[in-house]
């Protein structure tokens, strides 16, 4: 069982989250969703000290139910979304290195905390992620359900944007925890199409590089009843074709 042993961050450690949280909330302004704030604000983060998982814990299971659990490293699908249906969000105990700052192979405590957190306080999301993890884990053994239910992951969860006030603001945690996905999902060429789940389940996805495209809702609806629709198909054994 991996504990996150805070004794154990060094000074770099806690300098590395304060220079990246000065950083993402100085980009995110006006950029991210007013969820993202609110959550930010009711969790308690601050630049100042990398966050004890014992005192959020105890912020997200008042709040929505949910609370971290401390992993090493990544998780496969069966581990992953087993947590998320129940209301356990895995989250990797260590933080990048200065020389790591700009890019990282795997998901660190900053993508994790400050990424995913904050939505984890907005009990429509909460449920909406509770939600899909439950659809996943009846479809552990079935590898293309699972590739699709990746995709609508990751262009919601980790990449998504939502329209509020006529404007396209961010609430996917790759963006929210990430300068140069942020960059490049603001640059001229870079398309941001309408949420649309069709579309969503037949767009190639990989967390491993800058998102070619990204969705965006035209309200938080759309999260849940994407779910509901998908898991709708997946029961009436809706075959899918192999992702490409």
């Not at 995913?116 to 293309?144: I, N, S």
């Not at 945690?173 to 999902?185: D, K, Q």
């Amino acid at each position: 069982m991996v504990q996150q042993h805070y004794d154990r961050y060094t000074a770099q450690d806690q300098l590395v989250w304060k220079v990246l949280f000065d950083r993402q909330t100085a980009l995110l302004h006006k950029r991210a969703c007013s969820a993202f704030g609110r959550g930010l604000a009711a969790v308690g983060f601050h630049r100042n000290a990398i966050p004890d998982f014992a005192e959020v814990n105890q912020r997200l299971q008042k709040a929505t139910g949910w609370q971290l659990e401390p992993v090493q490293g990544m998780l496969g699908d069966a581990d992953f979304f087993g947590l998320l249906a129940q209301r356990k969000f895995p989250a990797t105990v260590w933080i990048r290195s200065m020389e790591q700052f700009d890019f990282i192979e795997e998901p660190d405590l900053f993508h994790g905390v400050f990424g995913h957190v904050p939505l984890l306080m907005d009990q429509a999301f909460a449920d909406f992620l509770h939600f899909l993890g439950h659809v996943a884990a009846q479809h552990l053994t079935d590898a293309a359900a699972l590739a699709r239910l990746e995709r609508l992951y990751g262009f919601t969860v980790q990449f998504g944007l939502v329209l509020e006030k006529d404007e396209a603001r961010m609430y996917g945690a790759g963006l929210l925890s990430s300068s140069g996905e942020i960059h490049h999902c603001l640059g001229d060429v870079t398309r941001r199409a309408p949420f649309d789940l069709a579309t969503v389940l037949h767009t190639p996805y990989s967390e491993a590089r800058l998102q070619e495209q990204y969705f965006v809702l035209n309200s938080w609806d759309q999260l849940t009843e994407s779910v509901a629709e998908l898991a709708a198909l997946l029961s009436t054994g809706w075959e899918l074709q192999p992702v490409k």
